[in-house]
């Protein structure tokens, strides 16, 4: 089992940048591949960002490419997404998830992909 609290949120500017964590229990949690995904006001949730186990491969979303990073500290558990340049359209609850099948060469983009979840932080970008 993995839990997975994700904090970090808030309102900003736009402009403005924010930094998004999730604190992960579990002692596999080093070995798992994880991403981000949010959710805006009335759309479905989307892919933000994914890393694999050792933190040496990511992917984004192009809508995010060159102003969101993702990384990972493995020995505090806990995963982050380093959010610049923030545009209105960024708003919306943003969530983290693990894929928990030990060191995978995939960290996918496809949301059926995770097993586990985050309760998700609230992003608000103002104009």
């Not at 949120?9 to 002692?27: E, F, I, M, N, T």
């Not at 798992?32 to 995904?37: A, I, K, V």
């Amino acid at each position: 089992q993995v839990q997975l609290v994700e904090s970090g949120g808030g309102l900003v500017q736009a402009g403005g940048s924010l930094r998004l964590s999730c604190a992960a229990s579990g002692r596999s949690f080093s070995t798992y591949s994880m991403g981000w995904f949010r959710r805006a006001p009335g759309k479905e949730r989307e892919f933000v960002a994914a890393l694999n186990w050792s933190g040496g491969s990511t992917s984004y979303a192009d809508s995010v490419k060159g102003r969101f990073t993702i990384s990972r500290d493995s020995a505090k558990n806990t995963a982050y997404l380093q959010m610049n340049t923030l545009k209105p359209e960024d708003t919306g609850v943003y969530y983290c998830a693990v894929k928990s099948r030990a060191y995978s060469s995939s960290f996918p983009a496809e949301e059926r992909r995770y097993d586990y979840w985050g309760q998700g932080t609230q992003v608000t970008v103002s104009s």
